[in-house]
């Protein structure tokens, strides 16, 4: 079940436009079906939902229902892999990244099932699908893949004064806390001294592609932000920085911009409806002591406050519709 509903932040449900809704079947085979029921190869999406709609707080959470068939477990499984790589939505979070973690996960696939599945395996919140050293080199070379056809592209802009600059085919990619050397080549990649034999049919402004790397085929979706590239694929999103390695020394000297001490704001933490306060200005508060309650998606939440003190002004008031991190009130 694909859900309007954001497990990086505790499964909180989510709202908005869907700016942008391809399902899997879409974006895997043209057959210019219509919403509702669509297969193909043995996946089936049922929805009721479409590009530009409005995912509102009054309703269920749900976005779509994916349905994959295999012979076998294990290759239902695999297939469901595959089609949420390609299920593609901006606007409001969503939970493929964890239908797909869940269709990796050794005990999904055994059938070893508790309904403490969920907490026993992501005790500490959810972060992503474990990538494997193997997984991670394969970004890597995509990452400095894209950073060179972005950098070719760029080159070709006309009325430069000494015509496109030179590309480098060396690079290091700062991906998961690691810092990767990446040289580009002929058919493939050598990643930290290991060749990396594959293809990649993305183009600048493609969102979802498919690559080869040593007979491997990887759906993913790839976004520019900033100075730096996303890679959606396999159940989490990676992040990364890609400099030319003859500059890789300089990154060391970069700032780091600290975020702001947010601590003494109670912040909303999903758009809602703000219906009951249970603090007034002057209270004296504890940590762990309801101060609000959110209504969103046939849900009541209560926020907590998360430091003891005096509460200070108040933001919002009974009725009053929040958007995500809107602050509701202050503690001093």
Known sequence: RVYAEDPYRGFLPST???????????????????????????????????E??????????M??????????????ADLQIAALDRFVIDGPGHNVDFLSAIMQHP??????????????????????????????????ALFAGAEVTRAARAGGTSGKLNGAPATSSHWLVQLAGQRLTVELGEGG???????????????????????????????????????????ITHGAQHKAQVLPLRLAGLAAHMLEKVPPDLSRFLICPMPGLLVALHVSEGDKVEIGQPLAT???????????????????????????????????LEIE
């Open 16 to 50: 908005g436009r869907l700016v942008r809704y391809q399902p899997t079947v879409a974006g895997w085979a043209d057959d210019g079906a219509a919403n509702g029921r669509r297969g193909v190869a043995g996946v089936r999406v049922d929805d009721g939902v479409y």
């Open 52 to 61: 530009g709609g409005e995912v509102s707080i009054f309703y269920d959470p």
């Open 63 to 76: 976005i779509a229902k994916l349905i994959t068939w295999g012979e076998t477990r294990e290759a239902a």
């Open 107 to 140: 005990r999904f696939r055994s059938g070893d099932l508790t309904t403490g599945f969920i907490a026993e395996e992501w005790s500490e919140g959810f972060k992503g699908a474990t990538a494997t050293p193997e997984h991670l080199r394969r970004l890597a």
């Open 189 to 231: 990649a050598t990643v930290d001294g290991t060749w990396i034999a594959g293809t990649w049919n993305w183009q600048p402004g493609m969102r979802l592609s498919v690559a080869s790397a040593d007979g491997h085929e990887l759906a993913l979706q790839l976004i520019r932000e900033g100075t730096g590239w996303r890679i």
């Open 294 to 328: 959110v209504e969103a998606m046939k849900m009541e939440n209560i926020l907590r406050a998360q430091k003891a003190g005096t509460v200070g002004a108040i933001k919002a008031a009974s009725g009053d519709s929040l958007m995500v991190d809107a602050i509701v």
